[in-house]
């Protein structure tokens, strides 16, 4: 993937990005044996909340973690791993917490008495019929419906995710104004999302709202200030009108904006992380080229499945860089690989003339012609003109072409085949 960095708080650092920490299966169950007791003695909805969220979490872990089923089992003394068992267990978990959840967003409470719906359990449930999560079909109608009677009791996120079904028409007739209005409720209300869109709304006069930049760019700013993990938009789309390639909106601030990227970077938005991998190496925004800087934000992105960062690595590992990363053709193709694998068009290029150059996969033309005609239905020029050129000329012998770099610098063109 790249060399290892070291953490620091410096913004010309070495990234360290941090990660999502994977839950403990032992730890999830021995919380969710104490929720489970604290949520049949309390009257409290939030706490009855948390333990349905807990189910929510073992059973989602089920699937994927042997471990988790392991804990689970260690109560009942059987060390049975068997596909059946694990698909029962996430069941008995599912309904369970469904069972609950459906009380909660009814009468507020588990217990099943009391005519005041708690609203955070609807908007989890919603969400569940959503998704498609505890077992459900997806209901976009009974979401919505869950979404809209939350959003009466104030609630925030709710108020957002009506706004979405209306401006989508998921669920519920497509109403532009009606998404507009309902933005701007949840944003006043604090919401972090609504802010964001209602700045891009205003900002490119989407959904028949007439463009507005002083509103939209004044809502950006106010959901960049508050952004988190799950809403880190606001401070890359920033980062990109300070950048100066929107001319007339806001006076270039090469320094600034990437002090937004790195923020953004930070709480893991992957194409923040990208954008810095690209700075550094092509000194963007006044920025030094920096190999190990721009491999480790590649990387990160690339942790995340973020094609255009993959397509960096690729870059990267067909030229190498000095005492940082060791050049591979093999791996310069299997990082192309995967980002043409997730439709990118110039990754479907670069496959194909690695493929057709022999580089990092054996040379074979008809597998080469295969990626460029992907390529070029998407419309990528160079692409279109190889396929071209080989009708017109034939197929000529081919050798490995691609130049390899000796230094440190950005990429110089032949090797900037993506």
Not at 45 to 50: C, K, N, R, S, W
Not at 290 to 310: F, L, M, N, T, V
Not at 341 to 351: F, N, S
Not at 386 to 400: H, S
Request: net charge positive; aromatic share 8%.
């Amino acid at each position: 993937m790249g060399p290892a960095s070291s953490a620091s708080s410096s913004s010309t650092a070495t990234p360290s990005a941090p990660r999502p920490s994977k839950p403990d299966p032992g730890a999830m169950y021995t919380e969710l044996v104490a929720l489970r007791t604290q949520a049949k003695a309390s009257t409290d909805p939030a706490v009855q909340l948390a333990f349905c969220r807990t189910l929510l979490t073992v059973a989602d872990a089920l699937p994927r973690s042997p471990a988790a089923l392991l804990a689970l089992a260690d109560q009942s003394g059987s060390r049975n791993l068997d596909p059946k068992k694990i698909r029962k267990q996430q069941d008995v978990l599912q309904h369970e917490a469904l069972k609950h959840l459906k009380k909660l967003a009814t009468h507020g409470n588990v217990q099943g008495v009391g005519k005041t719906p708690y609203a955070d359990a609807q908007y989890l449930l919603a969400e569940c019929y959503g998704h498609g999560r505890l077992g459900l079909s997806h209901d976009h109608e009974r979401a919505f419906a869950l979404y809209h009677a939350a959003s009466k009791q104030g609630h925030a996120a709710s108020t957002y995710r009506a706004a979405v079904c209306y401006e989508a028409g998921a669920g519920v007739k497509r109403d532009h104004g009606r998404a507009v209005s309902l933005y701007r409720k949840a944003a006043a209300m604090g919401d972090t999302a609504a802010m964001f869109r209602l700045g891009m709304i205003q900002l490119h006069g989407q959904l028949n709202v007439p463009v507005n930049p002083r509103d939209g760019i004044a809502w950006l700013k106010r959901a960049a200030n508050q952004a988190d993990e799950a809403t880190p938009h606001a401070l890359h789309e920033l980062g990109m009108l300070y950048e100066g390639k929107t001319s007339g909106i806001l006076l270039p601030d090469p320094a600034y904006a990437h002090d937004l990227f790195l923020r953004a970077a930070q709480l893991a938005y992957a194409p923040s992380q990208y954008k810095l991998g690209l700075c550094h190496e092509y000194g963007l925004l006044n920025l030094t080229v920096d190999a190990r800087r721009s491999i480790a934000w590649y990387a990160k992105a690339a942790e995340q499945g973020d094609p255009d960062a993959e397509l960096a690595l690729s870059g990267w590992y067909l030229t190498g860089a000095d005492g940082i990363l060791v050049q591979s053709d093999q791996e310069a193709y299997l990082w192309a690989r995967k980002a043409a694998d997730k439709g990118l068009a110039k990754a479907e290029y670069a496959v194909a003339y690695y493929t057709e150059h022999g580089v990092g996969v054996r040379a074979n033309w008809d597998e080469a012609r295969r990626w460029y005609l992907r390529a070029s239905s998407q419309g990528h020029a160079r692409a279109m003109a190889r396929l071209k050129e080989a009708a017109q000329d034939g197929v000529k012998p081919a050798g490995k072409s691609a130049k390899r770099r000796k230094d440190g610098d950005a990429k110089d063109s032949e090797c900037s085949i993506m």
